[in-house]
């Protein structure tokens, strides 16, 4: 791109893009989508692309300023539905830009196998888990391996692949496995300790926090502060953890009602599906060099009715969709803290947002 038309570019968007939220796109010569993107104020944020010469930006910045010809932006009545209709527009049409949000591979799921001995395994996505005991998903290999080391290492399940074990087992000879393959539990206990890992990974961290306080506190009392640290740390993980599933259950499976300081607009959610506000998108508009026959349908005014259709209905079965979803609010009640309140319609509950960002 030219110096020239990279003026016409920042000099149309100063005249028409509103210094409100809302989400923007930016397409090639060919009409083809770029990236999109979302700012709590378009104007500012569409110009800066085109402020500074693309050969000096980071190298993935500069492609997309050097392959922008136009731009298209719609207008939102808060930032919360930008952040939602950011994440449709980008799952609909894939911008070969949008490479973070388009990870949605990388989510790993824990799964507790059905067997006399249950063992908890990182698994990937199936479209299709059928009767399997699978959580998740979570948001990449890293954080799952995480939550199955807590497990492992707190309650002692399983995390070999054989449904028992014919060697000589190394995680039961150092103290890292329960061993009930080897038969060092009695009848019951392993069963009691899946149970425990089962609640934990639906939200319901009680009595593995029980345990892991109780383990903190005996370290503590005899000195061994390396030890405690370490159990603090995963007591505050599990917190977290807690607090996120707690409100991803009832928020996907249930009505969840938030009411926000911030823009004075009270959400309503049945299932993951935006109930209300019904109107999303405000205004949009789009650059004069534009072509509108080469957007393949992706025309601003009938991309952005189609996306916010997609906002008032529940996400399909694919579990990576709703999670993101859910993420998205989960976050933004979080960022607002005492500025939102969050209410669960069917269980008669609510979660000030101050108590999630104490978690976050």
Not at 123 to 144: E, I, S
Not at 288 to 305: F, H, N, T, V, Y
Request: glycine share 8%.
């Amino acid at each position: 791109m030219r110096d020239n038309d990279r003026g016409k570019l920042a000099a149309e968007i100063r005249e028409t893009a509103p210094r409100a939220p809302g989400v923007y796109a930016f397409f090639d010569a060919s009409g083809r989508l770029l990236y999109v993107g979302k700012s709590v104020k378009l104007r500012q944020r569409m110009g800066s692309y085109f402020q500074h010469d693309p050969v000096a930006a980071e190298p993935h910045l500069g492609r997309l300023v050097t392959s922008t010809r136009s731009f298209a932006w719609w207008q939102t009545r808060s930032v919360l539905l930008a952040l939602l209709l950011e994440d449709v527009l980008i799952k609909e049409h894939l911008p070969p830009f949008n490479t973070r949000q388009r990870e949605t591979p990388e989510n790993r799921y824990l799964e507790l196998t059905d067997d006399d001995f249950p063992t908890c395994l990182i698994v990937g996505h199936d479209p299709d888990f059928g009767t399997r005991d699978v959580f998740g998903p979570y948001r990449d290999k890293y954080f799952a391996a995480a939550l199955q080391g807590i497990l492992h290492e707190t309650l002692g399940i399983r995390t070999c692949s054989e449904r028992e074990p014919i060697k000589r087992c190394l995680e039961h000879d150092i103290g890292r496995c329960a061993g009930p393959c080897r038969g060092a539990l009695v009848p019951g206990e392993y069963q009691k300790r899946v149970a425990m890992a089962r609640d934990f990974l639906r939200g319901n961290a009680g009595l593995l926090l029980d345990r892991l306080v109780g383990a903190r506190d005996r370290a503590a009392a005899s000195k061994r502060y390396e030890e405690a640290a370490r159990l603090r740390d995963a007591i505050d993980a599990c917190r977290r953890f807690e607090a996120h599933e707690r409100f991803a259950r009832r928020f996907t499976e249930g009505v969840c009602e938030v009411e926000s300081a911030e823009d004075g607009i009270d959400y309503r959610f049945a299932r993951g599906a935006l109930v209300a506000p019904r109107v999303v998108v405000v205004a949009h508009g789009q650059s004069k060099q534009q072509i509108a026959s080469s957007l393949a349908g992706l025309r601003p005014e009938s991309a952005g009715r189609r996306a916010v259709s997609i906002l008032h209905q529940p996400p399909s079965s694919d579990r990576r969709l709703l999670a993101d979803r859910t993420r998205i609010v989960c976050n933004w009640v979080r960022r607002l803290g005492d500025g939102c309140d969050v209410r669960f319609v069917d269980v008669e509950d609510s979660i000030p947002g101050s108590d999630l960002a104490r978690l976050g």
